[in-house]
């Protein structure tokens, strides 16, 4: 079974730090492309980063680029979000997902699965 | 950035109902559209991509229309368990972005 389960959510303070993993199972990480989108509960989905198979394309959304720094663990089958200077908008549940449709074999577009469950990230003092 | 728009912001229609969705994006964006549902307290699924894809293990009651900056997405029978939100997304560009959702309910 394809799997993605993130952690590492919680409460932070503003200006804070953070680090989300996604650990995969079930197909051969090394070869997908890699995303974070978020989602403030009750409203609409945003698309955060991505990162290459080989981790040396990374891009990010504006409102996060500087701050966030995305990478992974082929090794570990893992994917990670490294969040610095976390402010209030950043409060928000986080997905991670695979490029199903951009691989090391072929790339024919980008569309997202599966999903994992989201880990939960809230900014407040 | 692409933006998209969806519509209408949420319906309710009956079980057996043909349901429409529209989705326009700021720009040409070819066919390079997709469709999720999302459920509530769930992450979103796959339905739907490169327009009119379905994906693997997907109803066929579901289907997806449209290029350039126009699409539309049916469900031609609803079932109770297509109660969701449903959301586009293009890929024609980086930020990939996301349209606002259309919640559906019965």
């Known amino acids: 079974e394809v799997r993605l389960v993130e952690s590492g959510g919680g409460l932070v303070q503003p200006g804070g730090s953070l680090r989300l993993s996604c650990a995969a199972s079930g197909f051969t990480f090394s070869r997908y492309w890699m995303h974070w989108v978020r989602q403030v509960p009750g409203k609409g989905l945003v698309w955060v980063s991505r990162?290459?198979?080989?981790?040396?394309?990374?891009f990010y959304a504006d409102s996060v680029r500087g701050r966030f720094t995305v990478s992974r663990d082929s090794a570990e089958n893992t994917l990670f979000l490294q969040m610095n200077s976390l402010q209030a908008e950043d409060t928000a549940l986080y997905f991670c997902?695979?490029?199903?449709?951009?691989?090391?074999?072929?790339?024919?577009?980008?569309?997202?699965?599966?999903w994992g469950q989201g880990t939960q990230v809230t900014v407040s003092s | 950035d692409i933006q998209m728009t969806q519509s209408p912001t949420s319906l309710s229609a009956s079980v057996g109902d043909r349901v429409t969705i529209t989705c326009q994006a700021s720009?040409?964006?070819?066919?390079?559209l997709n469709w999720y549902q999302q459920k509530p307290g769930k992450a979103p699924k796959l339905l739907i991509y490169?327009?009119?894809t379905l994906e693997t293990g997907v109803p066929g009651r579901f289907s997806g229309s449209g290029s350039g900056a126009d699409f539309t997405f049916t469900i031609s029978s609803l079932q109770p368990e297509d109660i969701a939100t449903y959301f586009c997304q293009q890929f024609q560009s980086l930020p990939f972005t996301f349209g606002p959702g259309t919640k559906v309910d019965i």
């Open positions: 990162i290459s198979p080989d981790g040396s394309s990374t």
């Open positions: 997902t695979r490029d199903k449709g951009c691989s090391t074999s072929t790339c024919q577009g980008n569309w997202f699965d599966p």
């Open positions: 720009q040409d964006i070819n066919n390079y």
């Open positions: 490169d327009a009119s």
